[in-house]
């Protein structure tokens, strides 16, 4: 029997700030009407999109493997290779996320419905007029070495990331503590805003109120001064980053192996705030999209991320041993610009090679009913979604060839367009194994090649891909945005800690700092209809699509809670295993 149901309640909150980068396949990874309460038979039930989320419940257990039925004390947990960031502060794609969320906590973490709750928290007072926060730590919490988690540990995070020689993504900056820019300028010694009352209660004053702050301020994850603060020195990061495979936290489990490209091993934390984890052993495993599903089906694997197609869909119904959660994915695909490349500084190129690739074509081969086109950064199930006054950019080759003519770029005689006596050439960068990836590169080198772009195409890992983009090293290369509940960020904002391709728009930065100080939720709304308008108007990307997740996990667990804003690690300490 298939059981569907609704994921979330609406979400008119707003929380908090940021992206992180995923792969597009598989990866990692918002407000929509209720599916249907109860569906025909998954043997006659027809993918419509209506029919595409939910619980498709395992049917016949006793077709679970033996290998997954004796593993009585650990979870596999299946997934792209992270790059061994195992620190808050520094890491920068979701798969790293998955391991630092199970090492350290954060006073306040995202509820299935998108909302934040009291984590290390027990409360926190948040004064009228929106620029005082209290937070008040619970009493005897401990990091995995022992020690006692104090809010002096929230001061010096806070410190590191005020540092003028902070390079991570999270831009705490932005939300305007007091003293922090003199602290982040060098003119003074310490933040004047954080104040640590005790122990267990810190305030936080900020010069000015915003929509996400509270949020913000409570999803700084706490780590032991003692022990990360030990060498560090103002303007030097280095003894911190050096941390990273040898980390201590708070949270539900413990780092204790590390394989880079093959596996991560983490081990219960027995003291735990809440209670030691239900399941002793949690092991994060390097899968593809070549090798998921058949490990998933000998039971080498107990859950990951598959891709979610039709054919993988039926496919793992079809094991009759997996709970297969299908849910709208927080985030999109895209294909980004390097927009320090001149000829990518032309708007009528940018929208050519948009409308040009037939996004449609390339988005249902892969996913079928399971996704759809996007012409914003922003997912369907967000409350600041918006259709109106958004171009769809329709594939239309004769247009996107008229748009590179009155650009300049004329066709040659070898067919290649030229412009001061460049030919039109684009190096392309595309993680390899990836479905999308198998379905898009042809079509978008037939597409380019009939406009008259010679596409030169390489496919990497997804590590390799990040690198590029980190040192600019890329002309065009296709990725994913992993989406927070709050629609703030800093991904195309001059000069912002998430703009990684050099786009700068003042129209666009002037309504992302307009939204994100505007408190009245209608309002905030308004800004951001406006702000991607803009943005659709001026495609700093190629906005590909939004799909959905689908997370096929064995039928022997339980404790669960996941949603389109709530990964499954959040509720990891919660799963055992069926005896």
């Not at 996320?97 to 973490?109: H, Q």
């Not at 219960?268 to 058949?294: E, H, M, W």
């Not at 695909?333 to 190129?349: C, P, R, S, T, W």
């Not at 406009?451 to 994913?480: H, Q, R, V």
Request: overall charge negative; glycine content about 8%; hydrophobic content about 35%.
């Amino acid at each position: 029997m298939v059981k569907v149901k609704s994921w979330y309640g609406t979400c008119i909150l707003i929380l908090v700030l940021g992206l992180v980068l995923g792969a597009c396949g598989g990866g990692s990874g918002t407000d929509a009407t209720d599916p249907a309460a109860e569906s025909p038979p998954a043997e006659t039930q027809t993918p419509t999109e209506e029919a595409s989320e939910g619980i498709f419940e395992a049917e016949d257990m006793s077709l679970n493997p033996a290998a997954a039925q004796q593993r009585t004390d650990t979870i596999i947990v299946g997934m792209t290779a992270p790059k061994g960031v195992f620190n808050w502060l520094f890491y920068q794609t979701s798969y790293d996320n998955y391991v630092n969320r199970l090492i350290f906590d954060t006073l306040l973490e995202v509820d299935v419905d998108g909302t934040f709750k009291e984590s290390l928290a027990e409360k926190v007072d948040v004064s009228e007029d929106g620029l005082k926060y209290t937070f008040h730590l619970k009493p005897g919490v401990k990091y995995s070495d022992g020690t006692p988690v104090t809010m002096n540990d929230y001061l010096f995070v806070m410190k590191v990331l005020h540092d003028p020689a902070y390079d991570g993504e999270h831009d705490m900056l932005s939300i305007n503590i007091a003293g922090g820019k003199e602290y982040f300028e060098g003119n003074a010694q310490d933040i004047s805003g954080i104040k640590i009352i005790d122990e267990l209660t810190a305030e936080v004053t900020v010069t000015e109120p915003n929509a996400a702050t509270r949020d913000v301020l409570g999803d700084v994850v706490l780590i032991p001064e003692s022990y990360y603060g030990k060498d560090y020195k103002k303007g030097s990061l280095d003894s911190i980053k050096a941390l990273s495979d040898k980390p201590i936290g708070s949270g539900q489990y413990i780092l204790k192996q590390y394989v880079p490209g093959q596996q991560v091993v983490l081990e219960a934390n027995p003291d735990y705030f809440r209670g030691a984890p239900k399941t002793k052993n949690v092991i994060y495993k390097t899968t593809t999209d070549g090798t998921n599903l058949s490990m998933l089906q000998t039971g080498e694997t107990d859950m990951d991320n598959v891709t979610v197609t039709e054919d993988n869909v039926e496919e793992l119904k079809s094991f009759g041993f997996l709970n297969v959660h299908i849910m709208p994915t927080n985030g999109y695909g895209y294909i980004a610009f390097n927009h320090k490349d001149e000829k990518f500084q032309d708007l009528k190129v940018r929208q050519a090679l948009t409308i040009g690739l037939n996004r449609e074509e390339i988005v249902q081969g892969v996913y079928g009913p399971y996704a759809n086109v996007i012409n914003i950064p922003q997912s369907t199930e967000s409350w600041a979604y918006t259709t109106e006054g958004v171009e769809k950019y329709e594939f239309d080759m004769e247009k996107a060839k008229q748009l590179l003519d009155e650009a300049g770029w004329t066709v040659g005689a070898d067919g290649i367009r030229e412009k001061d006596g460049k030919k039109f050439k684009i190096n392309f960068s595309a993680t390899a194994d990836n479905p999308v990836v198998d379905s898009l590169l042809p079509i978008m080198t037939n597409n380019y090649k009939e406009l008259g772009i010679d596409l030169a195409a390489e496919t990497l890992d997804f590590n390799a891909i990040m690198d590029k983009k980190d040192t600019g090293n890329f002309e065009m290369f296709f990725a994913a945005w992993s989406l927070t509940p709050d629609p703030d960020t800093t991904v195309y904002i001059t000069n912002g800690a998430q703009n990684d391709i050099g786009y700068s728009n003042a129209k666009v930065d002037e309504l992302t700092l307009a939204a994100k100080k505007e408190l009245d939720h209608e309002k905030r709304k308004a800004l951001y209809a406006e702000l991607y308008q803009e943005i659709n108007k001026d495609v700093p990307v190629i906005f590909m699509y939004q799909r959905r997740d689908m997370w096929p996990i064995n039928g022997r667990l339980s404790g669960f809670e996941l949603s389109p804003f709530k990964d499954f690690m959040y509720s990891m300490y919660s799963v055992s295993t069926a005896q």
